[in-house]
């Protein structure tokens, strides 16, 4: 049997026992009872060709490989896998990873093996004998790592079959699944509840990258996480460029961004998501970008299951390939080089948005998230809300998030400032990478409105939406106006310099800035914030987007052009290498990572992330230690793939 098999459901024989929590220990790593800091930057270095942690990371690796529990909140891409597999290593016995996601366990699985890991995936795509296995491998203390879907986990006994066997710790990933405020409810999850009771010592470390504040402690008392740590990084993802274009002529501006990005030819293959509305235009988008001579797939939920499952498949194991799909795509995807993910049509709220563009650039090199908005949209997302069938409450919690995605698509701030403050999180300076900040919007001063509107919300007694304000505004007597007698109020027909429309993104933007707030109950009632003081006094003047509808022409297409000129740096900067000589490494590790992914059946990033590639490339080692000191290359690949690498170096110099 190739010893080197890379199938993570192959029955090959367990290797000869090693003592356990020994795995991947290089020769000149510290002993195993060196102290727990020391060890584990010693691993990170010579298994994973980390030179530090990030963020969290330590501080969490601390808490488990000592025994305690955790609760990891971090974005994607913030490394939240280590959290678990360095305490993997670190601690005797085989950690058991719980994860929903099992289209994604034989990747995860494969990657760790490429790094020397010993690791396997148990769930339902696993033949009976392969379970059995898998299972005596647990048992016999020879792996370090399995990855067990929920369902696995709690039926059949699993757990019963665990009791006695080395446990190092139990990961529970995309922990928000255990909660009902969480986006993505899983019951399975909820029987996890007793892991601490059933297996005492044991650590539990539960990891997610979307929990506010409610499903955060629902997750704590679920998993019963109350003796442990909750370690909350940031939620910024620097690398990632936010646009949003006013809709001109959507497909033409499409294209004009793939060309500034790949160029027109599909020449510099990058790997990108388009999300569409309907699966109507996801078909018709990924056809004329095939015409257009783009590398394109669709993606939805109405296609044939194989169909879907191949592109899918596709699209994680090439290069260069942009999916056109409706959001039934990308759960779990961590495709660590997605360079673009653009919105063809926008998302339904702010959560999903971040959701969706986060996908793009995990590997941290720059990426862009890219969206185009109308209001024809914002009227298509209105009527399908009012008439949806679902309960009014809803409704009411519904169109608050519609308004908070138009009041950052609406936003003259910094759109990165926007979203953390949306996610409680907060960013002192704006941030210089986003359109915004980039190229300022064209705006009004919105003082005079912003004044009336705010006293408009006083006036009539901070217990009403915004369409009854507007229509107070506008002077409408309706019977509602009538009834609560605010045709008599002073602000009563003040506001017919601008039409509903007009006023309902004032609204939207004094929502952003956070001079009005919606009340808690969801009513959708407005009251006033601390933060109006000064513009209700005179202190301060109030700059408001302009609306390419309110004001036809004119600024729609100067924000067009403004991605390319603000320094054009967004782009394929993934591959900025130095220089032509760097540029021709690169393309040479490329294309020599693709045949052994293709050999292999995994994909290229499992055998290295661009980023290494790209340190290589520019750094052109010319002897193995060299070579080891870039960043992705542990002791593993350097085995495995060290000579291939610098007789390539060598022969693209030659
Ligand atoms: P998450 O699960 O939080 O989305 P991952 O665990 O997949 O993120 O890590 C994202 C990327 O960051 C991976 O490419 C990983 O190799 C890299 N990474 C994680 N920790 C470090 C570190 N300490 N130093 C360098 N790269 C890291
Ligand atoms: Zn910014």
Known sequence: MDPLSLDPLSDEPAPPARPPGAAGVAPGDPPTDAPVPERALALLRSVFGHDGFRGHQQAVIEQVAGGGDALVLMPTGGGKSLCYQLPALLRPGVAVVVSPLIALMADQVAALRQLGIEAAALNSSLSFADQVAVEKRIRAGTLDLVYVAPERLVAGGLLDRLDGAPIALFAIDEAHCVSQWGHDFRPDYRQLADLGTRFPGVPRIALTATAD????????????????????????????????????????????????????????????????????????????????????????AGLDPEVRADNQRRFLAEDGLIMVATIAFGMGIDKPDVRFVAHLDPPKSLEAYYQETGRAGRDGLPAEAWMLYGLA?????????ETSALPEAQKTVERRRLDQLLGYCETTRCRRQVLLAHFGDSLDRPCGNCDTCLTPPETWDGTDAARMLLSCVYRTGQRFGAGHVIDVLLGNETEKVRRAGHDRVSTFGIGTALDKNGWRTVIRQMLAFGYLVPDSEGHGTLRLTEACRPLLRGETRLALRRDPSVKAGGSAGRSRGAGRSGGGSGGAAATELSDPAAQA?????????????????????????????????????ASRQALAAMPGLGATKLERYGADVLALLEDVAA
Not at 377 to 385: E, F, G
């Open 213 to 300: 504040e409610p499903t955060r402690r629902d997750i704590v008392e679920r998993l019963d996480l109350g003796r442990g740590q909750v370690f909350v990084s940031g939620f910024d993802r620097p690398n990632i460029r936010y646009r949003v274009l006013p809709r001109g002529e959507g497909r033409a501006q499409l294209l004009r961004f793939l060309g500034e990005r790949i160029g027109p030819d599909g020449a510099a293959a990058e790997s990108g998501i388009v999300y569409c509305g309907t699966r109507a235009r996801v078909e018709e988008t990924a056809d004329w970008l095939v015409s257009k001579g783009y590398a394109a797939l669709p993606y939805h």
């Open 377 to 385: 949209d914002v009227a298509r997302l209105s009527q399908l809300l």
């Open 585 to 621: 490494r690169f393309a040479a590790l490329k294309a020599w990572r693709k045949r052994i992914a293709a050999d292999q059946g995994v994909p290229p990033y499992v055998v290295f992330h661009d980023s290494t590639l790209a340190a290589i490339a520019e750094a052109a080692p």
